[in-house]
């Protein structure tokens, strides 16, 4: 039922937001230039690696080396405005119907994360990642990640279709009041080095 949901609501969003999708691809193409898309290897069901792909947020700033500056420095006014209304996170919709993704679970993060998770942490990938999760309604970026990570786990033991449709209801008045956007003093959050002291 929510694999049937999840590409049901995920096609009609698409075929619903196609207008908005199309006025920020070229707002984006204006302000930061090409490319519009920003895609990633992140790890999907069961650790997995699958290309997700989202709206592009950032400039292309390098230093004098060539390495990609720090994300406060390659965040534009734009970028933030993408990210707090989540306008970002709509080409995901494409990951739900592939069936890489689902509409809730817990967010895909970084491949070079994997090794770094607990036993109990890696349970986050025992579902498909979510383009919205429980964590994410719960504080998203304002949240440790010990806290995020309990959170995601939590979902995983306890999921259901109703509680993903509760999910997905507080997400959208979440995105109206734009909460837990980034963590404090970073422009989006802070690197997990795992369990190490």
Partial sequence: MKRLFDVVAASLGLLALSPVMLVVALLIRR?????VLFTQVRPGLGGKPFKMVKFRTMRDAVDS?????PDDQ????????????SLDELPELWNVIKGEMSLVGPRPLLMEYLPLYSAEQYRRHEVRPGVTGWAQINGRNAL????????????????????????IFL????VVRRDGISAAGEATMSKFSGNRP
């Fill in 171 to 174: 997400t959208l008045k979440k």
């Fill in 31 to 35: 302000r930061l230039g090409s490319p």
């Fill in 74 to 85: 390659r965040m534009t006014p734009f970028g933030s405005f993408l990210r707090a209304t």
């Fill in 65 to 69: 080396q060539g390495n990609a500056l």
């Fill in 144 to 167: 440790s990640w010990e806290d995020k990570f309990k959170l995601d786990v939590w979902y995983v033991a306890n999921r259901s279709f109703w509680l993903d449709l509760k999910i």
